[in-house]
């Protein structure tokens, strides 16, 4: 797909099976919108072809996002109507009876849907977007930063919904640009950098390559001989700063040999992931 002359997404190939809660990865700008909107029918690929549900996303399009949820990075509603009118709205659209599942959602989400939307906070928007995207029960939900604004109690019961969703043999594909959360959630993530797919894998598979920062400060000196797998970034005194590349048992396993007294392990984020594995921002990897 370009943009004039910005390629915005090159020779991406991605298969998602059915029943899967997907992880899709990459920063901002990396091309997820834009291939969530190809998929949805809602762009045109320049070249290439885009199946959804076993349809065309471009001929099909109409047809097939009757049975998909949709929630877009920056949803918006009409400000003039309460939540409970945008819902119906959305029903009627898709000349679906959904009351049941509203009323449901909204228990779940704790969302009041008699204010108006002009008096939602920013958090109370996002939770309507959910139930819009959730209420028809679809077939396909894509889910474009669905847990923005959402405080912990109701992100954990958005995770509950989905991996409900999924064990129904509904599919789920979940944008983010923070890897911690698809961690918890999905099973198989995609990582976009720069318009193409550099990787599609299984989560546990990507999380044994992630490279987690440590920091660590022993009871004594610092250990003359340390494993290989840790890059040393900072020594001061009995502080060891630096990054773990491997699995995180491992590195457990060799703390409890060593006199520490305190020891501090970050998940890896989407850039430590990248730089595992790619440190030549110049490579091309293949899709």
Known sequence: KRYGD???????????RAGALFGFLGPNGAGKTTTIRILLGLLHADDGVARVLGGDARRDG??????????????????GLTGRQTLQFFAAARRRD???EIRRLARLFDLDLDRRVRDYSRGMKQKLGLIQALMHRPRLLVLDEPTASLDPLIREALYAELRAVALEGRTVVFSSHTLSEVEQL???VAILRRG????????????QRGVRRVEIVFADAIPTTLPDALNVSQRHKRKLTGSWR??????????????V?????TPPDLEDLFMAYYNDEASEPAA
């Open 261 to 265: 007294s305190d020891v501090v392990i």
């Open 246 to 259: 491997g699995a995180t048992p491992a590195l457990l396993e060799w703390l409890s040999s060593q006199a």
């Open 62 to 79: 109409a047809k097939l996002r009757a049975e998909i949820g949709y929630l877009p990075g920056d949803v918006r509603f009409y400000d």
């Open 98 to 100: 959904c009351g049941g």
């Open 186 to 188: 999905c099973d198989e």
């Open 196 to 207: 193409k797919l550099i990787e599609q894998e299984r989560v546990a598979v990507m999380q």
């Open 6 to 16: 910005y390629l915005a997404l090159d020779r991406v190939d991605l298969r998602v």
